[in-house]
């Protein structure tokens, strides 16, 4: 088995602003396993999301070669895309991106079913989360913080391979962070999920298997102040 999930050479990502063309990313490379746990750092706007969406098949680069799950990004269709996304790539927006018209466990089952699961251990997910009583809450009965692990919940109930997260931790306070820290990567390192992570949160990246940052377009390894 081919334990690289991911496998990005050299990618480019360009926007226009009205005549002028500007470089998101150029030259990115990156390479994730099943398994482990990669944190992306870097200021705002630099491209994180980007990233983020050119591996989820959201968008498409202007350039270079990118592999997921084996198959080369010129191989898949939109509809291919829109598969692996249902059955195997679970992505963590900060908004939590729950449908606002179904209860949470309405959407985890929801969410479950799209991946052909006919049982799920959402009710399970919610208690260790701390989040038990929400079950039966809708998204806008929901503060941030708990819309935010009702998200985490539904991305794992799909037992996804791949999972994609955009500040992961971003609306709980310190110590719902704290609790919900350990549950993430008992959960990955049980499933065997390679995770990548965008984060501002120190204490959530140095939990990853190696820290990248993101600047001027380039992924690079981080190198901690203490040790330049």
């Not at 037992?159 to 955009?166: F, T």
């Amino acid at each position: 088995m081919n334990d690289a999930l991911i496998q990005a050479q050299n990618l480019h990502r360009c926007y226009r602003n009205g005549r002028e063309q500007i470089s998101v990313l150029h030259g990115l490379s990156l390479e994730l396993r099943r398994g482990e746990a990669v944190a992306v750092i870097g200021p705002s706007g630099s491209g994180k999301s980007t990233l983020l969406n050119l591996l989820n098949g959201l968008l498409q680069p202007d350039s270079g070669e990118l592999c997921v799950f084996g198959r080369a990004y010129s191989e898949l269709s939109e509809r291919d895309w829109a598969e692996l996304r249902r059955t195997r790539i679970a992505t963590l927006f900060q908004d939590g991106n729950l449908i606002p018209t179904l209860t949470v466990s309405r959407n985890i089952a929801f969410r479950a079913g799209l991946a052909g699961l006919q049982a799920h251990d959402g009710e399970a997910l919610l208690d260790q989360l701390g989040i038990a009583d929400t079950a039966h809450r809708y998204p806008d009965q929901l503060s941030g913080g708990q819309r935010q692990r009702a998200a985490l919940a539904c991305a794992f109930a799909m037992q996804p391979e791949l999972m994609l997260a955009d500040e992961p931790t971003g609306s709980l306070d310190y110590a719902t962070a704290e609790r919900v820290v350990p549950l993430f990567f008992d959960a990955m390192r049980e499933r065997q999920l390679g995770a990548l992570i965008v984060t501002h949160n120190p204490e959530l990246a140095q939990r990853c298997d190696r820290i990248l940052e993101l600047r001027e377009g380039v992924l690079s390894p981080w190198v901690s102040p203490a040790s330049s």
